[in-house]
């Protein structure tokens, strides 16, 4: 890693992780396979930003570390990268295996329990699809039908946020820095 740490993956420690790899990391991942409009690829520390976002504005009253759990949602793509839907179902179970691996050691650096409760973790996967909705119509080319379709209508009622324009990747690697640390203060 940047920072000088190693890093096991098959056998990853929370003493092996900085968030500053983290965050660099996911700033330079491509969502999409890169396959967005722009003169940036859309990273997936934006997209965490904006899955951060939508879980913190429809759970208002959500405690901080969830809202740290929903920022860091796909963390261990800083190592492993952001596959589509249908290579990680090719792939077959090996791949959650290791990506759960990495998620709890990097739960456990940052003070989150290794296993997210399975009732936050939905609230988490409904954002994440709202961010995908959004990220599909906005900056992938995908009509609002195949959206729906995909990732399921938004409700009327759902906060969505201004026009996604995919960013330079230091400016988003400080975006979730700043972000990581207001949570973490707020801890």
Do not use: C
């Not at 997936?44 to 901080?64: D, R």
């Not at 026009?163 to 820095?177: D, N, S, Y």
């Amino acid at each position: 890693m940047l920072s000088g740490r190693r890093l096991d993956l098959l056998d990853p420690t929370p003493m092996d992780i900085e968030i500053e790899d983290i965050a660099h990391g996911l700033a330079f991942v491509a969502r999409w396979n890169g396959q967005t409009m722009g003169e940036f690829a859309y990273s997936v520390a934006e997209h965490s930003v904006l899955v951060e976002q939508l879980y913190s504005a429809a759970n208002p009253n959500a405690p901080v570390k969830w809202q740290l759990a929903a920022l860091l949602h796909d963390a261990p793509e800083y190592v492993i990268g952001d596959m589509i839907s249908p290579v990680k179902n090719a792939v077959g179970p090996d791949y959650a295996v290791l990506d759960d691996r990495l998620a709890a050691a990097i739960h456990i650096r940052f003070g989150l329990p290794a296993a997210i409760p399975v009732a936050v973790k939905k609230q988490i996967k409904k954002a994440d699809k709202l961010s995908a909705w959004l990220e599909a119509t906005q900056i992938a080319g995908f009509s609002v039908e195949e959206s729906n379709k995909f990732f399921g209508k938004p409700n009327a009622d759902a906060p969505l946020p201004a026009k996604l324009v995919p960013r330079p990747p230091m400016q988003v690697k400080a975006e979730f820095l700043h972000r990581f640390e207001t949570l973490s203060a707020a801890l």
